[in-house]
Nanobody, 118 residues
Framework: QVQLVESGGGLVQAGGSLTLSCAASGSIFSIDTMGWYRQAPGKQRELVALVASITSGSVINYADSVKGRFTISRDNAKNTVYLQMNSLKPEDTAVYYC?????????WGQGTQVTVSS
């Protein structure tokens, strides 16, 4: 089993910044992919950003809506992934879920609320 614990959510004004963190623990040998999804009220859960480890380094994907504003990073030694969110908009308001793929098994965190006021 793998546990994911998120932190860093909260309330911020439009244009502000927040940093989310997610630490993985448990039966971890190697985490293939870590990242973030979000779900706004009445909407489906959507990808925000993922970072996948490959032999030659890492591959990062962002949703178009956050490109240029959000930055994902990963500390493999700490099994932790971060999401730096800048220039936040009210439409970024959602519950943000940490995600990890370990040996083809998907794991989710409990979610952390991010609210951006206009």
């Amino acid at each position: 089993q793998v546990q994911l614990v998120e932190s860093g959510g909260g309330l911020v004004q439009a244009g502000g910044s927040l940093t989310l963190s997610c630490a993985a623990s448990g039966s971890i040998f190697s985490i293939d992919t870590m990242g973030w999804y979000r779900q706004a009220p009445g909407k489906q859960r959507e990808l925000v950003a993922l970072v996948a480890s490959i032999t030659s380094g890492s591959v990062i994907n962002y949703a178009d809506s956050v490109k240029g504003r959000f930055t994902i990073s990963r500390d493999n030694a700490k099994n932790t992934v971060y999401l730096q969110m800048n220039s936040l908009k009210p439409e970024d308001t959602a519950v943000y879920y940490c995600y990890a793929l370990v040996r083809a098994v998907k794991y989710w965190g409990q979610g952390t609320q991010v609210t951006v006021s206009s």
